[in-house]
Structure formats: C-alpha cells, structure tokens
C-alpha cells in the first residue's frame, strides 16, 4: 500500500480550508477553554430575556468553534490513525467539551422553572426567532423533567445503564472465536467479522454452507451470556423511559424527534405486507443460481459478478451525468467538490478505512474515500456526495443553528444519489450481466435496508413490549421470535439449517441503542420516492427534493419531509417503494429469461 506522501495532491483533501496554519488551530483551542467559565455565569440569569438570549448566542458560538476544530482533528486523524499529536489534543478538547456540558446542565430545568408563559412569550420574540424550535422542545419536554436529585441519580445510574453496548462491543471483536471454513476441496478459510460476507459471496457453495455454520456456532457459544446482557439492556430502557413518565421505550424514543407513532407502526404494517416481494426476489435468485433448495447461505451469492472497472475520473464523470436531473446548481456544487479537494480519494498507510461525509457549516463538507475503481466503489462516491450536498446546501441556505439535519433524515440524501446513479447505469449498461449486476445490487440493497432493518424492528418492539408489561422474557422466546420473523421475512422458500435456533438478533449491535435501525429502513424508503418521483420527471419533484436539502434541522423533521412531498404517516410512501421493487423485480425476471 502506499504512502500518503505518494498520493498526488489533487486525490488528497486540502484542510487548509478549515485551518491554513495549525497555529490558528491551537489559538480556538485555547479560546474553547475560556467558555465553560463563561457559560456558567449565566445560572439563574435566564429568566431575564436579555440574558437568555446572550446565552443561547454564546451557546452557538461555542458550538460553532468547537464543531471546527473537532472537525479538522478528526480529518487530521483519519489520513494518519497513530498521528500521537493529534490523538492528544482531541483528548484535550474533549475534556474541555466535559466541562462545557458540566457548566451548561442549568440550561433546562432553569428555563423551565420560569414557566410556560415565559417560555411563549420568548418564542413570540423575533429576536428569539432562531431558537423557536428549541424552545418549543423545552416545553414538550416539561412533564418529562424530573428534579435535580432525581436527574442526578438517573445521572449517575447511567453510566451503569449504558455498559451493555460495551459489553457487547467487547464480546463481539475480541472473545468470540469462530471454526475454519472448509471448501469443496477441503481447504480450511478463517472466518472472523471482517471476511464473514466475503466468504457468503463466495461462489464455492459448501464454503458459504460452512461458514454461516461456523458463524452461528460461535454465537451459540456465547449465547448465555449474549442473551442475558441484551435483556438487561432492554430492562435498562424501560426503566429510564418510565423514570422520565413515558409509556413505553418506543414512545420515549420518538420524543426527542417529535417523531409520530403512527410512522413506526406503517412501517411495520406495510413493509410486512409486502414481504412476498422478498420471496419472489429469493425465488429468481433459486431459478438463476440452478439449486434445487435454496438456504440462508445462498442469499447474498451474486447471481453475475460486474466486473467493469471505473477508475475515479470516469467515476465523477458517471456521477455527474446521473446527478444532472437535479439540475446545473447541483451539479455545479459536486464540480467544485472535485475542483477544489473536498474528497480525500484513495487508501493509504495508516489511513481511516472505508468512507465517510464530515459535514462542517463552514467552509465545506469533506469526504472520505478508499477507492479501489471497481463497482462498488462508484456508488460509494456517489452516497457520500449526497451526504456532502445536503450539509453544503443548508449550510448555504440556513443559519449555523439549522444548518444540520438529524439523524432521521440523515440517509436519505445519500440514498437519492446511489439510486439516481442506478437508474444511470442500468439505463447506459452494455451488456444484460452488467445489467442484471446493477440491478442485483439495487434489489438487494432494498431488501437489506428496508425489509431486514424492519424485521430487527419488528424484534425490538416485540423484546421492550415484553418487559414493559412485565411478561416473562427469556433466550428461548426471543430466538422463537427471531426465527419466526427470519421465516416470515425471507420465506419458506429459503431454508433454513436444521442447526438454526433463531440465534441471528445476537450479533446486531444496533439492538443496543434502542429503536435506531428503523430510521434506515424509513430513510430509504423517503429516498425512493424522490428518486423515482425525480427520474420520472414528475412536475414540482425537483425543487421539493432541493429544498428538503436545504431545509436542515429548520423544522422538525416530520415536517420537513411532509413539505417535501413525503409523508410517512401514511401509506403512499410505501406503495412507491412497492412499485419500484416490483418494477426492478420485472426487470429481472426478463433479464433471465
């Protein structure tokens, strides 16, 4: 691999943008420690409104600043993982963050112990105007607020509470052990969680057999104790969701998001009517692949490999002429991505692996790639630039306090473009295998975001709903239930190994942060119905879709996406997403033929 210094500039990302020389990044730190002393001389001020606004203002200059210089260190970081001077002083600015989060903890029970009139009354104010929507979350939130010696408490159990994800973080990539692989010829093949789905991908179909049995046998092993940690984390949210007076973890979980219930529970519904869908997906691949059965271990084999190549410039060629139907502007602003070294391109020693978008108000996004110019490589481009032109969008358009949307909205921007790019592709593509790959991938792509992320949806409500009304919850009925699911998802006609116990929920690490995977699932199916909306040319999709964009964190995001034409509380995000696989599953099926 080679050295970093071997990468020519115009592959290297320039973070002079953000600091051109480090002493102006140790001048901000510095002046980050001024704050935690600031910040606290306004307890028991806030009920004068003058002063609540010069709080809420210096609130967002600290904020500022410290996004800044967090991001340039961890850029910093990303092109060189052992870089000891920059490992040391994200050390001090997270000590200083410690104390910043300390010296501002009045904040809330302050602001609400001056009253609602009061907090209306700030929200009528056009001087407050920037932090309406904070303030209206202040008073959402005030039958939730519960005494300073009970928010100490739950303070202090927390840091018991939130050890399971540890736990199971530590079991997961340090004790668990699994067997060698064997293939058809008898040669062994390690099996850990880096090349698990390689060897899925492998075409030798004993190795895959092997593997996932090898695979399974180590999380049996530690089944007891997987089993145990997870059911006290789910006890663990339900007991700090009933300490703050919710009814359940799920309601609890939708809260800080003004997400309604009813978007949790039509993705349930509908994404569960359309599970037939997957089936026919499964039954293709049977048809294709030539089985006379067709097991877990044969889901993920491609049914043709693509193995066109594209380099990187051809990649930002593709990208842009696939983006081109969300007109000049967008395509302008990926251009000056390319031109003026937003992107850190190809692997090096000691570089961050895989990709990813860090968004900054100021001066831009920045993305992370490890470009390796085969196919998978080009959609990562075009995802993390969806990523990039959300941030730069609202950055443009909203002050810093907007800018940033939540992580509800997160995926759907870097969604539209894996879809656009697609849609292009598919539509350009040479031959039928080269087809038949994309639109393998497509498919595959849905069904992994949208129908698993649901079916580990389905899991967790049925796991919290268990404790919750104080039913017993065991191993056994929790792997009956998963088993169950696994079935009713993927259907019979993918069978499972006679040593299945439905033991699958126990290597999902999502489960630890309860009620998070379903916001892939509605993510996805957000992003289908622009892109489809879009590539169809439906009148008005475009402009929608820009200003959803440029929307931020404005507006709750509920909101945000209804005004874009999305509204999740309903059923027609789900015939869309149900349209377009069964229009992909036609394509398929002529292609086959």
């Known amino acids: 691999m080679k050295k970093r210094s071997q990468i020519k500039d115009e592959f290297k990302w320039d973070l002079s943008h953000i600091y051109a020389d480090e002493k102006d990044l140790l001048s901000d730190i510095e002046k980050l420690k001024s704050y935690p002393e600031k910040i606290a001389s306004y307890k028991g001020k806030l009920k004068k409104a003058d002063k609540c606004l010069e709080f809420f203002e210096l609130s967002g200059e600290i904020s500022k ?41 009045f904040e809330e029970s302050e602001l609400l112990s001056c009253g609602e009139k009061y907090l209306k009354k700030l929200m009528n104010n056009p001087k407050f105007e920037l932090y309406k929507l904070s303030l ?21 159990a927390g840091r018991s509470l939130g050890g399971f994800s540890d736990v199971f973080d530590n079991l997961d990539n340090l004790d668990l052990k699994f067997e060698d692989a064997k293939d058809s010829k008898g040669k062994k093949h390690e099996v850990n969680q880096h ?59 939708l809260f800080g998001g003004n997400i309604p219930k009813e978007v949790y529970e039509k993705l349930l519904s509908n994404v569960s009517d359309n599970v037939l869908l997957v089936h026919k997906f499964y039954s293709l691949k049977k048809k294709a692949l030539g089985f006379k059965d067709f097991y877990f271990y044969d889901r993920i084999v491609p049914i043709t490999k693509n193995s066109r190549k594209y380099n990187y410039n051809t990649s930002c060629k593709h990208v842009l002429s696939a983006m081109s139907v969300l007109g000049d502007d967008y ?7 390319f031109d003026n070294r ?34 998978r490589s080009i959609y990562t481009l075009a995802h993390e630039l969806g990523h990039a032109m959300h941030g730069k969008l609202s950055a443009e358009t909203q002050p810093y306090e907007h800018y940033d949307h939540t992580i509800f909205l997160a995926e ?61 919850i065991s191993k056994d009925l929790l792997n009956a239930k998963y088993k169950e699911l696994t079935q009713r998802y993927y259907g019979k006609g993918v069978k499972l190994l006679k040593e299945d116990v439905g033991e699958g929920w126990m290597r999902i690490p999502h489960f630890y942060r309860s009620y998070y995977v379903y916001k892939y699932a509605t993510g996805m199916i957000s992003a289908i119905n622009f892109a489809r909306k ?59 033929k």
């Open 65 to 105: 600043l410290n996004e800044r210089i967090s991001v340039y260190l961890l850029l910093k970081l990303s092109e060189d993982l052992s870089n000891t001077k920059y490992l040391e002083l994200e050390s001090v600015v997270s000590a200083i963050d410690k104390k910043i989060a300390v010296a501002s903890a």
């Open 136 to 156: 209206d979350n202040f008073l959402r939130n005030k039958d939730h607020v519960l005494s300073e010696k009970e928010e100490e408490l739950l303070s202090k």
């Open 195 to 253: 090349n698990y789905s390689e060897l899925l991908e492998s075409s030798d179909r004993e190795l895959r057999k092997n593997a996932l049995i090898s695979y399974n046998k180590g999380y049996h092993s530690m089944s007891n104790t997987i089993s145990a940690n997870y059911i006290s984390s789910v006890e663990g949210d339900w007991f700090v969701a009933d300490a703050y007076h919710f009814d359940s973890v799920l309601e609890s979980s």
């Open 331 to 337: 395509v302008e602003h990926l251009k000056e991505a």
């Open 412 to 472: 759907i921007a870097s969604t539209v473009n894996e879809v656009l790019l697609f849609k292009y592709l598919y539509k350009n593509a040479k031959t039928n295998q080269e087809k038949l790959a994309h639109l393998e991938k497509y498919i595959s792509n849905i069904i992994a975001t949208i129908f698993v992320q649901t079916l580990y949806s389905e899991f967790e409500f049925y796991a919290h709903t268990l404790v919750e009304k104080g039913e017993p």
């Open 342 to 375: 937003w992107i850190d391109v190809y692997p090096c020693e000691k570089k961050e692996s895989g990709g990813f978008c860090c968004s900054v108000f100021e001066p831009h996004p920045y993305v992370l790639l490890n470009t390796v110019d085969d196919s």
């Open 534 to 592: 879009i590539y169809l040319g439906e009148d008005g999709v475009v402009e929608k879709y820009l200003n959803f964009l440029k929307a931020g964190s404005s507006d709750y995001s509920i909101n945000i996406l209804k005004n874009a034409g999305v509204d999740l509380t309903t059923d027609e995000p789900y015939k869309v997403m149900s349209d377009e696989l069964k229009w992909a599953l036609k394509e398929m099926e002529k292609l086959l």
